[in-house]
């Protein structure tokens, strides 16, 4: 969601199967990717699974993040994300207390 909303002319379906010539799709389905791994502990191999992706693919994701996240532009739009991210998964908690 965190990442939907910075990108907020892309669907949730072009971010999780981008069109090919959408490079701006491709971010930030590599973004997502990203903030599912670091900020939110899921193992590379369980995400590889549900994406039906290689876990070279899942690696070259995380790889171009880390190499923009150098950007202080970037990594404040990320950090953002990230945020939006944990608020809506722990809105997702409170709603199941």
Known sequence: EGVQEQMAHLTVEQICEPPREWLDAALARQIAIHLT???FA?????IAIELERSRE????ALR???ERLAHDAFADRYEAMAERAQAALDGDKGDEE
């Open 57 to 60: 693919a899942i690696n070259r």
């Open 42 to 46: 899921v193992e590379k191999r369980r």
């Open 37 to 39: 791994v670091n900020r």
């Open 64 to 66: 171009t993040v880390d």
